[in-house]
């Protein structure tokens, strides 16, 4: 006989976690280790599951006590949870609401159990992460250089881009050094490599930012990536599709990687050349081909087979 668990709403900020469950009614916590360990002990002695949003690294503490008392939980995107919301009626907001709100979320639509998560990956995926901030703090320097007409300034700045220029190397070289010392990582890179356009830079970012790939259904991972269609009709009215939501970070990968491989004489260039000829702009012909990208690559992970190129 299977217990039906007790759904626990968990509000995280900064600061406290607010809770609301059945059989605990609301309590409110600081966001320490200490004290999520203190409330997952309690979780663990009875049959719970706790329905939390992704709140960036606020929610860390709690997910790594979750884990470790192998307490049952999901964390879903804050715009799913606020979506209920309004379909539910609820219009007024304050943190106990919410935590109330997402335990009635988890009693009403039962999402998945998250899986563990793997410290390695998230150690990747923090280096990946810092690599982005401090090339997109790059591109804004050059742009104030060549902006500036006063040379002392543009020395300055060129100091700045000089030591970013050193700390991105200095991490590409940690992310890599920490991908090889991983035997599951570093296959996963050596299949995702072997597509045209998928380079170190693209492949850490699917290894680290998109863990499902290889596990889930190919429109799922279009859908995680961002990169899946939605229509947008009604009545005889017959909109364009667009993408939305999703990972960026991963959608902006892999738009990068099909900008090289649209560039190229097989296949994945051949279906570029394709969707141009057909009149569709270019913008929305290197969209689809980072899908059938991410498609096939779903399926090199899961059948860990490195891609095979086409005649054109």
Known sequence: MTI?????????SKDPLDIFA?????????????AAQALVARLA????FVILEATGCYDGRLRRALEEANVQYARINP?????FARAIGLKAKTDRIDARMLALFGERLQPPQREPSNSEREAVARLHRRRDQLVA?????KNRCSETDDEQMRARIQRHIAWLDEEIDALAAQTAAAIAASEDMRNC??????MPGVGPVVA?????????????QPRKVAA?????????????FRGLRVVRGGRKEVRDKLYMASISAARTRGDLGEFFRRLRARGKPAKVALIALARRMLTILNAIIRDRVPYLPKAA
Not at 79 to 83: F, G, K, T
């Open 4 to 12: 039906a668990p007790v759904y626990v709403g968990i509000d995280v």
């Open 22 to 34: 059945a059989d605990m009614g609301s309590a409110t916590i600081p966001n320490t280790l200490e």
């Open 45 to 48: 002695q009875a049959p719970h």
């Open 79 to 83: 715009e799913r949870a606020r979506d």
């Open 137 to 141: 703090m790059r591109a804004q320097e």
């Open 189 to 194: 890179e050596r299949l995702l490599r072997s």
């Open 204 to 216: 850490a970012a699917l290894i680290a930012l998109l863990p499902e790939l290889g596990a889930a």
């Open 224 to 236: 995680l990536a961002g990169l899946a269609p939605f229509a947008v009709d009604s009545g005889r």
